[in-house]
């Protein structure tokens, strides 16, 4: 009997074990009628689209990090609709606040902030097709954890097998869809330099999801 119960245990763990980094846990950020109109003040300035709601259709995945220490510090960067003053260099473009879909915590826990298919803005030019995947820390203190790029491929898939996906990329990716038909942006001096999450780390997503055959990054013109 002993060790039956031992064995339904470990069974149990293993079990829960492998299921831990393909949970998603929803941890909303404030999306109240003033990030609402922001948002489709955005959608309209930036990019000329111009709707009643702010839903987007995904094509495309876009991988960051925060470069901030913890997740409930990355967590209160997203949280509110407006900006907070730490960021002057992009309040001139729109007040609406950054964010993403979702965050990846250090430990691998992939947490939920807003729907897949509502415009967040973490990217340049893209915002209004792109879903986006911050990961805590990023920094050369904490580097992104290997938890995080199982999550990260778990994410990209999950996402693949839900919506039309046709790319994914790294943050510093961006600007390589400038003559792309995706590429809406209005104002050709709205750019900022990104390096978020590297080469590596995009290597080694895109080598564990190649059977979704995402198209190749356009070379730069």
Known sequence: MIRFQLLAYSLFFVFVGCKTAETIVDKPIVFNDQRIQLTKEYLKNRYQIDQDG??????????????????????????????????PDIENVSGLNVSAHFLVDRDGTIYRLMPETTMARHVIGLNHCAIGIENVGGTEELPLTKKQLRANIY??????????????????????????????????????????????????????????????????N
């Open 155 to 220: 994410l990209v898939k999950y996402l693949a097998e839900k919506y039309a996906i046709e790319y994914v990329i790294g943050h510093h990716e961006y600007q390589k869809f400038e003559a792309h038909p995706l590429w809406l942006e209005v104002d050709e001096g709205y750019r900022t330099k990104k390096t978020d999450p590297g080469d590596e780390f995009m290597r080694k997503v895109r080598n564990a999801t190649r059977k979704f055959n995402f198209k190749p990054i356009p070379e730069n």
């Open 54 to 87: 702010v839903t987007i259709v995904p094509k495309m995945v876009v991988l960051h990090w925060t470069v901030i220490p913890t997740l409930e510090k990355s967590f209160k960067a997203f949280e509110q609709p407006t900006l907070p003053n730490w960021r």
